[in-house]
């Protein structure tokens, strides 16, 4: 493949729109799901070339850059996230040519690339594990994963008491090739992934050569999956209790967050920053605190981590400002930009955790109302938007879609629903294809149908039919991107200054710049601050006071 080493034309330093030096520093990153964005080949699954043929719409959009998540060789037990190659594209998502033409077409576009790095695990079927099963023990393969004799008198107990994210143990018993129960082997998430032994050298020289090819390749960073998970403690002590799931988070586990991580992203930010164009790496790290995520980004280390406390807040505003302010406080030190986030690939859509009562989690399964989730989370966008930092944006989010929540058990095909006691397993409501045209059978994902059902409620809810509608919520995004690009109080920086506001408000200025926010229920009075230059909802000045409909958020010129 032919090397892309020049950065793109838009988001560097001193550039004509107006960011500030290291384009991640404010940049806003738009996530695909490469499965449910765009079909190219009619087969009902979205992939590289649909991707492709539908970057315009992000450049017109206003994004900086397009994570993709994962797209390499696989046999899909876990949606990609269970890697047989990280060399090679999937047959379902196309070629390496595919990608080769994808990452041209979007520096052509001045769309940077990130692509997901999946290092925690490998798939079962991947040729290192294929071959310690087929050796035995004593292979030497069986060290580049953590394979352990089990405990009892026959050895049928596992090895330890960890659990599975997905559900039940942490560890699956083998059979040697003499057709006898042989030792254990550890995979965190489904049994087809087994975990990495990031103690073995030759894991850490694998990835560092993965990490050069994909480089070579022109992208311009990782998003790196599970960034949290690649260390264990030594000798894996039991964990000593069960209900696991609800600890993640919540304190430092023996197999997540352990310090040793780092000096694994010390070395791969030296790679980084031997290519041109500002190479970043971003972690997707699950951490007890803020503080904790900060590690990961420090100067020689990762360039951002994503802010799941902020993504799990409610629509409350003295949670909001207390979130806003421990985050900006945790990464100033280090120097990095904060990140914000309201929905992703595994939790439920925003316009439906916000129509639903708060304190139920990142993961729903009841629509709630609707209209009033639609009118938090365009007024949480705006919000986030306004935010010194980076921010992603989910596919769909800027067309307003809610989580299908209605979806047949029939029809599922997250892997973890099909398991006890593990995740949710309602994931698949928020990777339904995305709608582009009014009607069609896959409202425009493709001539194939959709490999998820989607609602009738699609096509109004389309890109067709939301395109030059006045306040529809992709003309609000096309607008705040917009306004983001040129205003010199938006984007880049480490802070808010925070403004007297009545109790279910937040009002904080930047230069040149007033946000305000409603999240109560009901239209509140305030003095107006300056020109109302976009609102989430419309908003009525008069005279010397402005009147803010419930759940909305204006971004005034002062």
Request: include cysteine; charge should be negative; charged fraction near 20%.
């Amino acid at each position: 493949m032919t090397q892309h080493l020049a950065a793109p034309s838009t988001g560097t330093s001193g550039d004509a729109v107006g960011h500030r030096t290291g384009w991640w520093q404010d940049a806003v990153i738009y996530q695909v799901y490469p499965r449910s964005f765009a079909d190219g080949n009619g087969d009902g699954m979205g992939d590289l070339a649909g991707v492709r043929g539908r970057l315009p719409y992000l450049k017109d959009l206003g994004v900086d850059a397009v994570w993709l998540s994962p797209f390499y060789a696989s046999p899909q037990a876990d949606a990609g996230y269970d890697v047989s190659d990280y060399r090679a594209i999937d047959p379902m998502f196309g070629t390496l040519l595919d990608a080769d033409a994808l990452i041209r077409d979007a520096h052509d576009l001045g769309l940077r690339i990130i692509v997901d790095l999946v290092p925690n695990h490998s798939s079962d079927q991947h040729e290192w594990f294929k071959r310690a099963l087929a050796e035995g023990p004593g292979s030497a393969l069986r060290e580049r994963y953590h394979f352990r004799p089990g405990k009892g008198t026959d050895g049928e107990l596992p090895p330890n008491d960890w659990e599975s994210i997905f559900g039940g143990p942490a560890w699956t018993r083998t059979t040697d090739p003499d057709g006898t129960p042989g030792d254990w082997y550890l995979h965190l998430f489904a049994p087809e992934q087994p975990d990495f032994n990031w103690e073995h050298p030759a894991v850490a020289d694998e990835f560092r050569s993965i990490l050069r090819f994909w480089l070579d390749m022109g992208v311009d960073g990782f998003r790196v999956d599970v960034a949290h998970g690649l260390v264990k403690a030594e000798g894996l002590p039991d964990l000593g209790t069960h209900d696991q799931l609800k600890l993640l988070g919540n304190d430092v586990m023996p197999f997540f967050d352990q310090d040793g991580v780092h000096e694994i992203y010390r070395s791969w930010r030296t790679i980084l920053d031997e290519y041109p164009g500002d190479r970043i790496a971003v972690a997707e790290a699950w951490t007890p605190t803020v503080e904790r995520t900060a590690n990961y980004v420090r100067h020689d280390e990762m360039h951002q981590a994503f802010n799941f406390q902020y993504l799990s807040t409610d629509w409350d505003a003295a949670e909001l400002r207390k979130v806003i302010d421990v985050s900006l406080d945790a990464m100033r030190p280090v120097g990095a930009p904060t990140t914000w986030v309201l929905s992703n690939h595994d939790v439920t859509r925003h316009a439906t955790r916000f129509a639903n009562p708060p304190g139920l989690g990142t993961q729903i399964r009841t629509a709630g109302d609707r209209a009033m989730g639609l009118r938090r989370a365009r007024a949480a966008s705006l919000l986030m938007l306004a935010l010194p930092g980076s921010a992603y944006v989910y596919q769909g989010e800027e067309l307003g879609l809610p989580d299908v929540t209605d979806l047949p058990d029939e029809a599922r095909q997250d892997p973890s629903f099909f398991r006890a006691e593990g995740q949710d397993g309602y994931r698949d409501g928020c990777r339904v294809p995305i709608p582009w045209t009014r009607d069609g059978s896959s409202y425009g994902f493709g001539t194939g149908g959709s490999w998820l059902p989607q609602p009738d409620s699609w096509g109004e809810l389309s890109v067709e039919a939301q395109t030059g509608t006045a306040g529809s919520t992709l003309e609000l995004y096309r607008s705040a991107l917009t306004a983001r690009r040129v205003h010199p109080g938006l984007g880049a920086g480490t802070d808010v200054e925070w403004l007297d506001a009545p109790e279910g408000l937040l009002a904080f200025a930047r230069p040149g710049f007033v946000c305000t926010v409603n999240t109560t229920g009901r239209p509140v009075r305030i003095p107006v601050p300056g020109q109302v230059m976009l609102s989430s909802s419309p908003v009525v000045t008069d005279g010397a006071e402005a009147e803010l409909p419930a759940d909305t958020t204006v971004w005034w010129t002062v």
